[in-house]
C-alpha cells in the first residue's frame, strides 16, 4: 500500500504537533534568526561531505519517490553513488531504504533493479528495507536489520546532499556509527535546490528543537520518538 511522504501527515500526533508549535515560537521569538542557523548547518554539511567513507563500509541508500515506478532525478544520483563505491570496493553490502509511496513498486526495489542494469559487481550484497517511506522509520527499520546479524556496523549515508544533516542527526540519535556521503559531485546552485535547503533547515529545526525541549521538559514519550 502507498504511503505518503508528506510531513503534514504526522501533525495528527500531539507529540509531533507540539513540537511544532514549540519551533515555530522559537522562530517567531529569534524573529528568524534561529532558522538561518539551522540554514547554515544544512549548508556546511551540504557542502563539506565526502563522496565516500574514510575506510570499508556498509552503504545505505535513501529512497525518493518513484516516477513511473522507475527512481527519478534525484534517486538516480544517490544510486549512481552507492555504484561508484561499490566498484571501488568501498562497500560489499548495499541497504537500498524505501517502500512504497506512490507506486506498487517499493523505491528499495525500483533502485535494485536500476542498479541491476547499471551492472552492479555480483560480489556486492543487496538488501532491501522495504517497509518505511520517511527518513526516521528507514533508520529506524535498517537498524533492526543490521542488528539481526549482530553488532551495528559503522555505516555511510548516501543521499542527496540537501538532506545529509538530517540524515545524520538522525542517525546518530538512533545509535548509528555514521557518516555522510554525498550523491551529487558538488553543491547544486539553481533555486531549485536552495528551496530544498530552506526546507531541510525547517525539518531539522523541528526535530532538534522539539528533541531538546522534550529532554529540558522531562517528557519521557516525545523524548523517545527518535529512539
Known sequence: ?????????????????????????????????????????????????????????????????LEQDAPGHDYQQRLRRALVLARQQQTDHLLLLGGCSGSELSEAA??????RQHELTGDVRVELEQDSVDSLENLRHARRLLQEEGRLPPVALVTSRYHLARCLLLARRLGFDSIAVAAEPTLPRHARYLGRLVLEAGYLMWIDIGMR???LIGHARMAARIS
Open 1 to 65: 500500500m502507498s504511503a505518503s511522504r508528506k510531513p503534514s501527515k504526522y501533525l495528527r500526533d500531539a507529540d509531533v504537533l507540539h513540537a511544532a508549535v514549540v519551533t515555530g515560537l522559537v522562530v517567531i521569538l529569534s524573529a528568524g534568526l534561529v532558522w538561518l542557523g539551522y540554514l547554515i548547518h544544512v549548508w556546511r554539511i551540504a557542502t563539506r561531505s565526502p563522496l565516500s567513507p574514510p575506510r570499508r563500509m556498509t552503504v545505505l541508500v535513501f529512497g525518493r519517490r
Open 110 to 115: 525500483a533502485g535494485a533493479a536500476w542498479l
Open 213 to 215: 525541549w522534550a529532554r
